[in-house]
């Protein structure tokens, strides 16, 4: 073999190419691979999709869709305020609290004859309250978000029980109680109405985040807070909003719930905060904060509910339902923490 085909790498092709020829294979094979790794989550609900029709040949019916949709928009709901806490490197233990006080709340108001429109008002109102209060022990404060919201937590559910001396309050009574009824359990164009409450909810949030400041700044102080407190941008209040939107959500979540049931709970929400946590997790939001996508998100809701509508399709018990809930966020975790490490 010459000098002269060594220099211009005329080899045969079954031998080593040139270096531009290697180094646009290895490059290729890199698209592809991080392809696949930025779409893990869709690539598992797809599979996760088609394995479950296989075994149910009921699953993919319309009657079946509408109700893993519907079962979902809770912690979907849930799951978009915790988004904006994570992005930010924050959690939220208090959503499920808040979510029974909101709706005790709501119901009281009901049954006080108040204007529907006003109880929502005011009920989105408390819960964002609720979770400026977790926002700002945070912020000023200056305790660590998992202390401060389980310290937040607590206190809101013994102000649940105190509130409704630990028995339900009704909300199938008062002038409004039809109207508030429609919010859980009434259909438009024959699709449940919390569907498009989770629907509309995800794009105003999708919206804020990709195309507005709050949302350039939910991402860069879950970058790098330090950075980002230096560039003169207020990261206490960022805090303070991303935790009453937090809040706010789980406030609507409560209407829906108190709605859907017509009596509000003491001890509703009880663990909803970890399955909107898993569902974060699972749509490829970091815990570290500074990554993720609020579609990604709605893809981790839909893997939850599709997992727990599939374990009652096999009428599997409710106690391996937990079981396979746990390995499943076990797993996302692994990855996600995989993923950090490789970055």
Known sequence: MTEKTLRSGALSPGLTGSPEHVKSSVSKFRINKDFLFEYKSVIALLIFMVAVSMISDSFFSTNNMLNILRQTSINAIIAVGMTFVILTSGIDLAVGSILALSGALAATLIGMDFNIMLVVTLTLAAGAAMGAMSGLIIAKGRVQAFIATLATMTLLRGATMVFTDGRPISASSGAASDAFSFIGSGYLFAIPFPIYLMAFTFLAAWFVLNHTRLGRYVYALGGNEAATRLSGINVDRIKLAVYSISGGLSALAGLIVTSRLASAQPTAGNSYELDAIAAVVLGGTS????????????????????????????????????IAKALVILLAVLVDTRSSRQS
Not at 289 to 309: E, F, P
Not at 315 to 321: E, H, I, M
């Open 287 to 322: 815990l570290t904060g500074g990554k993720g996508r609020i579609t990604g998100t709605l893809v981790g809701v839909l893997i939850i509910g599709i997992l727990n509508n599939a374990l009652n399709l096999l009428n599997v018990s409710s106690y391996y339902q937990l």
